[in-house]
């Protein structure tokens, strides 16, 4: 191949030197105030990607990254898009010991600690037999001087097929495992997603989703940089914040997850916030509860829920706004580009029409496999499709509702039972504010549930009460033997329920009386 044959026709690198050259001076990211135009953000990146070459840093290697959401962490994706290197965005809730895990399953040529996380960063670092080599991030780190890994790497063209990130899964046990994403992973994703939910140049994309995972890229994010539009950068999520920032910033898109808009809408400034500029929101993670869809339906804003999985893209189904309370509980139809089928999980034959089994997807979303897992990868991909590893319920006109984890269900005499089925017949009870609930070890019945209840602020409720709230609206097996009061549920990164850390808490139980 000719060293000066143009990249791929599907990489990223492209994005920002369009958008140079056709809107140098819009505002592409706002980050804390402080903002970056397209043309600022391309000459960045740019140089980056040339002093990474210049130091040694060949096509197919690892940036490994510790920092929170900044513009100087987006410089760095798309030097690395540019020069072929592959990204992988380490998470700085985790501890040393499961951070350095991570280090040692990524192999990075340099691990970029922003400050503030540099304490952990060391630690993690510390405990590896090799440390890699560390810098910070920004015009004052890496783009002043970078750590030479050896000689000088000529140019090569970017091919479509290039990991472009490596993005380790937020599952709660089992060894990490980090999956790769493409070039063409990314774009056709992006692509997808702009099909259903449009941003265009004059949008500002709220994001709060944290860039150590796929959603703070390939929700909204990316395309953004890719349609001209703005993207506002926070750091976290702070409820209070955002609803000062949607009129400040005058933000028309965001996504989150159903705990987020949950915050929003318990907030005491949610009732006469305003959210007017704010024309679509995105929901990801969990189904989005009836009650909570009705709040932001009544303040005006169109609701559009997802599923998807770091392995996809992330994205799968979506189920649009219109459609949101005709279909509550369901994830939707697949996006544009994407398959899927329901099959059988003991047997991998497909379920035809309406029925239940695990959810299967195809398409050019889809992951190039985990980083050096050969067995993990196998165990996922099989004849081009992805087994996500999630029970769906399929009705008659196509739509699908996510049933629960295939892990997550427990049997109990006998029955199958979704966590996710009660936690959302325990938020239908006025003094619920937050709920989850999981399966232990039962003498009588193989296992139970046992469920964890945040009550409302100026509500009062007990275990009885709860109790027969769910026998009137759940099968009795269905209940959970236990209901505990906690004053907030664990959750991961992603705000999906920790259930690890909830059976933990459950003490083995003498068997119960009929």
């Excluded at 609206?473 to 549920?489: G, Q, W, Y």
Aim: glycine residues 10%; proline residues 7%.
């Amino acid at each position: 191949m000719n060293p000066h044959d143009p990249d791929g026709l599907h990489t990223l690198g492209r994005w920002t030197a369009d958008r140079a050259r056709s809107a140098p001076e819009r505002t592409a990211i706002d980050d804390r105030g402080v903002t970056l135009t397209y043309r600022e953000l391309e000459a960045r990146a740019a140089a980056l990607a040339d002093a990474l070459r210049n130091a040694g840093y060949a096509p197919g290697q690892r940036i490994a990254t510790l920092t929170g959401n900044s513009a100087d962490h987006v410089v760095l994706f798309f030097a690395c898009a540019k020069a072929g290197l592959t990204l992988v965005p380490l998470s700085w809730r985790l501890a040393p010991v499961e951070l350095a895990e991570q280090l040692r399953v990524s192999g990075p040529a340099l691990f970029v600690v922003e400050p503030e996380h540099a304490a952990l960063g060391a630690a993690a670092a510390a405990l590896l037999v090799e440390p890699p080599r560390t810098s910070e991030p920004g015009r004052d780190g890496i783009e002043r001087g970078l750590p030479t890994v050896g000689a000088a790497v000529p140019r090569r063209p970017v091919a479509d097929a290039d990991a472009l990130l490596a993005v380790f899964t937020s599952g709660t046990s089992g060894r990490p495992k980090a999956a790769v994403l493409t070039h063409a992973n990314c774009f056709w994703t992006n692509l997808s997603f702009s099909r259903t939910v449009e941003i265009g140049r004059d949008d500002v994309v709220l994001c709060v989703m944290p860039q150590f995972h796929v959603g703070g890229w390939n929700i909204q994010a990316l395309l953004a940089w890719w349609t001209g539009a703005t993207v506002v950068l926070e750091r976290g999520f702070d409820a209070g914040r955002v609803l000062k920032l949607i009129p400040q910033r005058r933000v028309t898109t965001m996504m989150g997850v159903p705990a987020h808009y949950l915050m929003l809408s318990q907030h005491p400034g949610f009732r006469d916030a305003d959210l007017t500029s704010l024309q679509r929101a995105v929901v990801g993670g969990a189904p989005m509860p009836a009650p909570l869809l009705r709040t932001w339906h009544a303040r005006g804003v169109a609701l559009t829920q997802g599923y998807g999985l770091t392995e996809a893209g992330p994205n799968v189904l979506c189920l649009a706004p219109e459609e949101a309370l005709r279909r509550v509980g369901s994830a939707g139809t697949p996006y544009p580009h994407v398959d899927v089928v329901v099959a059988d999980p003991a047997t991998g034959e497909e379920v035809d029409g309406a029925g239940r089994g695990e959810l299967w997807v195809r398409g050019p979303g889809v992951f190039a496999g985990y980083l050096a897992d050969p067995a993990a990868t196998a165990d996922v991909l099989v004849d081009g499709w992805l087994r996500t590893g999630d029970v769906v319920e399929r009705d008659d006109d196509g739509f699908l509702r996510v049933v629960d984890r295939l892990k997550d269900i427990y049997i109990s005499g006998g029955e199958n039972v979704s966590p996710y089925e009660v936690e959302h017949a325990l938020l239908t009870h006025p003094a619920v504010a937050d709920a989850a609930v999981v399966g232990v070890p039962d003498e009588r019945w193989g296992e139970a549930g046992a469920a964890f209840v945040v009550v409302r602020s100026g509500e009062a409720t007990d275990a009885q009460e709860l109790t027969e709230h769910l026998r009137g609206v759940l099968a009795r097996f269905k209940v959970p033997r236990t209901i505990e009061f906690v004053e907030d549920i664990p959750r991961t990164g992603l705000h999906k329920v920790a259930r690890a850390r909830l059976r933990a808490r459950v003490a083995p139980q003498p068997e119960r009386a009929p």
